[in-house]
């Protein structure tokens, strides 16, 4: 059984930062992380490769985003900058078994979710 466990979110300032963690049991996974903002559908944010040499971003948070990853902990974190209220969403950690360094951005490819963390970015 696969678990996502994740950490970090909470309230915080327009122009503010917060880092959002997710620790995964098992194999190597390729990671991601994607969010749902009130009234709105689960979108992607941001996915790295198993070994971190490939990443990708939504247009909406490159630049401000950064992805990451500790291989030796199995872990994927979520570094989000200059925060805006229209980043308040409630974040989910995403995960799939790879041999490769594609890099996925599709909701439907991931295997295994966390539970979400909720972010709220007041104005």
């Known amino acids: 059984q696969v678990h996502l466990v994740e950490s970090g979110g909470g309230l915080v300032q327009a122009g503010g930062s917060l880092r959002l963690s997710c620790a995964a049991s098992?194999?190597?996974?390729?990671m991601a992380w994607f969010r749902r903002a009130p009234g709105k559908e689960r979108e992607f944010v941001a996915a790295?490769?198993?070994?971190?040499?490939?990443?990708d971003y939504a247009d909406s948070v490159k630049g401000r985003f950064t992805i990451s990853r500790d291989n030796a902990k199995n872990t994927a974190s979520l570094h989000m900058n200059s925060l805006k209220p229209e980043d308040t969403a409630v974040y989910y950690c995403?995960?799939?078994?790879?041999?490769?360094?594609?890099?996925?951005?599709?909701?439907?490819?991931?295997?295994?979710w966390g539970q979400g963390t909720q972010v709220t970015v007041s104005s």
């Open positions: 995403a995960a799939r078994p790879s041999n490769t360094e594609y890099v996925m951005t599709m909701e439907y490819g991931y295997d295994y």
């Open positions: 098992g194999l190597t996974f390729s």
């Open positions: 790295i490769s198993r070994s971190g040499v490939n990443t």
